[in-house]
DNA sequence: CTCGACTCCTGTTAGC
DNA sequence: TGCTAACAGGAGTCGA
């Protein structure tokens, strides 16, 4: 599902959608804009409006305008953003593959014909107009040790649960979460405090690594766990059986020998 | 303020 | 073969 990697690749696909003019919104999907956004809105800010940024803050992708507004999209867990009829992912986790139009929740058409769309088959993700940037807590690209510890703070909740918290830290989901768990050899269920100061580093290393790594690999879904999360799955560094278990509603599969 | 539980959303898939 | 129920997880809301 889309991550911090995924937005990150569309937001560089943004780039092919910048400095062109905006002659066209379809945007009737009122569940898709949030916070009290209307369709007639967007198409009054966007309307004849050239988009001059593409920005990323963890999960979310801003776009600038020249006209002063700002649209953010949110992809949730099946969005893709899809420019000039070229997806930049076409393989995401727990998505279809398929291009349907009938997914397709918000739609900009330029003037030279062509377009950017967000495609959303669960519709789970959303289109608002000048949101609310302080929301989100520092993006998680840039973790080390220290920003770790402000993210912890005196938390007694899941480490795992605390680290997927947006408003404190950006950008991590389910799969990334996971995966530099594992590669710390820290359980998900630890209460978020109880981290020695060599863990939280331990963790913040392991977050920092297994972000560039997935990133050249592709995206999200090809950590080293990733194979194995299915019931029967085994650890890939011991063999154990990885454990299923729920860790804040989020299904978390771990090794349970050299997760501690 | 913190934190867990619940809810929404819909295509896919496991299982009968 | 065809159907149903479970499942996936990002994010908002609510109540203790």
Known sequence: MPELLEIEYYRRAAGAGLDRE?????????????????????????????????RRVGKVLYLDTDHGEVLSLRFGMTGRLIVDDSAVIDRLEYSPRRDE???????VRFADGGSM???????????????DESVL??????????MLTNVIGTSVTAIKTRIMDQSRLAGIGNLLA?????????????????????????LALALHETLRQLFERGGSHMGDTQEERHKDGVCPRDGASLQRTKVGGRTSYWCPIHQV
């Open 22 to 54: 905006i002659a066209k919104v379809v945007a009737d999907d009122h569940h898709f804009l949030k916070n009290g956004t209307t369709p007639e809105a967007v198409k009054a800010a966007l309307g004849g409006a050239r988009f001059t940024t593409a």
């Open 117 to 131: 769309r967000v495609q959303d088959p669960r519709r789970l993700g959303g289109v608002e107009l000048d949101p």
């Open 137 to 146: 807590g520092p993006d998680a690209w840039e973790i080390d040790a220290p």
């Open 178 to 202: 996971d995966d530099g768990l594992w590669r710390s050899g820290i359980a998900p269920t630890r209460a978020a405090n109880s981290l020695s100061a060599a863990e939280v580093a331990d």
């Open 101 to 107: 139009p009938k997914w397709d929740r918000f739609l």
